[in-house]
C-alpha cells in the first residue's frame, strides 16, 4: 500500500463550482499533512497546511480526519486558475526532513 | 522572496556519462533536498541534507550521490546515467525553524539519457 494515496483525476469542473479531493495516508504516526499545488510544467508550492481543526483560506479549506486517516481539500467556486495538480503531502513523524508526496490529483476547470 | 535556482532546466545526455545538477538556494536554508518526479510515481526523495558536509538517503538513493560543500548549494551526481534516470529533478529548500516546513523548489531540471 502507498503511503499517500490520492485519486489522480481529472476532476473536470465548471468555473463556479464547487469540488473536493480526498487523500488517504497509511502512517498513522504522521503529524503533518499539508497541500501542495504544482501547475503544468512548474514546480510545486505550499498551498496549505492541514490543522487537525482544520483550516480556511479564502475559497480553500482542508479538513483532517485522523481516525480515518484523510486530509481533504475543498474549493469553492473554482476559477479557471484553479486547473492545476494539486499534491497531498504528509510527515511520517515528527520533523519535516522527510515529506511524503501523492502523486497528485489533476483539476481542469472550464469555463 | 526565497529563490531556488536549478543550473540547468533541460539536460540530454548519453548512457554512461557523468551527470553534475547543481542547486543554488539564497535564503540560508539549512535543509536541502533532491526529489525526482516521474508520471504516475510523484516525487521520490533521493538524498537531502541538513547541514554542510552532512547527507542522508531518501527513498531511492541507488545510482545517485550528493555534495554540499557549501550551505547554500547542493549537488546530485550520476556517477553513470543509465536510461531509467531520465526524469524530471527538482530540488528544494527549507528552513528549520519553520513551522511548516515548507519546502521551495527550484524550476526543476529535465534529464534525458539516451
Known amino acids: 500500500r502507498k503511503e499517500v494515496e490520492q485519486d489522480p483525476g481529472p476532476f473536470n469542473v465548471p468555473e463556479g463550482a464547487t469540488v473536493a479531493f480526498n487523500c488517504t495516508y497509511s502512517?498513522?504516526?504522521?503529524?503533518?499533512f499539508f497541500w501542495y499545488r504544482q501547475d503544468c510544467r512548474k514546480e510545486p508550492k505550499l498551498l496549505m497546511s492541514?490543522?487537525?481543526s482544520g483550516n480556511e483560506d479564502g475559497r480553500f479549506t482542508a479538513q483532517l480526519n485522523r481516525a480515518s486517516q484523510y486530509i481533504s481539500l475543498l474549493i469553492r467556486d473554482s476559477k479557471l486558475s484553479d486547473s492545476a495538480t494539486y499534491l497531498c503531502?504528509?510527515?511520517?513523524?515528527?520533523?519535516?526532513?522527510?515529506?511524503?508526496f501523492g502523486t497528485g490529483t489533476r483539476l481542469l476547470v472550464s469555463p | 522572496d526565497v529563490k531556488v535556482t536549478q543550473s540547468s532546466r533541460y539536460l540530454v545526455k548519453r548512457t554512461g556519462e557523468k551527470v553534475f545538477l547543481e542547486c543554488v538556494q539564497d535564503?540560508?536554508?539549512?535543509?536541502m533536498f533532491w526529489y525526482r518526479q516521474d508520471p504516475g510515481l510523484g516525487l521520490r526523495l533521493i538524498y537531502f541534507?541538513?547541514?554542510?558536509?552532512?547527507?542522508e538517503k531518501g527513498d531511492i538513493p541507488e545510482g545517485y550521490s550528493v555534495s554540499r560543500e557549501k550551505k547554500e548549494r547542493f549537488s546530485l551526481i550520476l556517477e553513470s546515467a543509465s536510461t531509467n534516470q531520465t526524469s524530471m529533478y527538482l530540488c528544494?529548500?527549507?528552513?528549520?525553524?519553520?513551522?511548516?516546513?515548507?519546502?521551495?523548489f527550484g524550476e526543476g531540471s529535465r534529464l534525458t539519457v539516451l
Open positions: 528544494a529548500s527549507s528552513d528549520t525553524g519553520s513551522n511548516t516546513g515548507e519546502l521551495f
Open positions: 502512517n498513522s504516526a504522521s503529524q503533518s
Open positions: 492541514v490543522y487537525s
Open positions: 503531502v504528509v510527515t511520517p513523524g515528527t520533523g519535516f526532513q522527510k515529506l511524503v
Open positions: 535564503m540560508d536554508h539549512e535543509n
Open positions: 541534507s541538513y547541514d554542510v558536509k552532512m547527507k
